[in-house]
């Protein structure tokens, strides 16, 4: 509408400006009016959220778990067999060495040795811990064939009835999801014959530990 700008017409020109200017106050007042009734006073600030309790130098991150370097268990006996004893695991990459002492066996026995797959000695009979810890699915088996990640070598008692053994066991390790920590150690009653599926026929279960990271 800019036609009328063009007029000689002083009074016209004026009318029009009037004009202009009352539409533009009407419409500037509406939009103020409009942006009162419509938007929302601004929301006060939420407090800000404490960080998380855990220390932040020490993630709690799978990465964190796979990094334990050192476990132990300690063996208690079932409710008859009298057998006690401490498991010391180290290593914190793809190999773990052990350290088994115990006592109360009979001398110059052997008995089957492994990583059963729950951390639970509840049970009388602990039965609690599990089968074989076997995260990928092998056959029970000797160190040198394809093997369960829980097995282990069998243990031989002394004549005064004592273990005291040391053994590197390749391709474990201590912590994350496939790592021993979390999981029991179970000491048998017999020799492990490392063939019977699906735990080498080893006998009763006579001594348990869980195993914790150090
Ligand atoms: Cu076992
Ligand atoms: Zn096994």
Redesign the pocket.
């Known amino acids: 509408m800019v036609e009328p700008l063009l007029s000689s017409d002083h009074t016209a020109t004026m009318r029009l400006v009037l004009t202009l200017s009352l539409a533009a106050a009407v419409a500037l007042t509406a939009c103020a009016s409009k942006t009162l009734v419509t938007v929302p006073a601004p929301a006060p600030k939420p407090a800000p959220v404490p960080a998380p309790s855990a220390s932040p130098e020490v993630p709690v991150t799978e990465s964190y778990f796979s990094r334990t370097k050192s476990a132990v268990a300690t063996l208690s006996p079932s409710a008859t067999s009298g057998v006690s004893g401490l498991v010391v695991f180290s290593g914190g990459g793809n190999s773990v060495d052990v350290h088994v002492t115990a006592s109360g066996l009979q001398p110059g026995s052997i008995h ?1 040795f ?1 990583v ?1 797959e729950t951390g639970n000695c509840a049970s009388a009979d602990f039965m609690s811990a599990g089968g ?1 810890f076997n995260p990928t699915h092998k056959p029970h088996g000797p160190q040198d064939k394809p093997h369960h990640a829980g097995d282990m070598p069998s243990l031989l008692a002394d004549p005064a009835g004592k273990i005291d053994a040391r053994f590197t066991l390749e391709g474990v390790t201590l912590g994350g999801a496939e790592g021993f920590v979390g999981r029991a150690v ?1 000491l ?1 009653a017999t020799a492990d014959d490392f063939d019977a599926q699906p ?1 080498g026929n ?1 006998g009763a279960r006579i001594a348990c530990g869980v195993i914790a990271a150090e």
């Open positions: 089957g492994h059963h074989h179970i048998h735990s080893s």
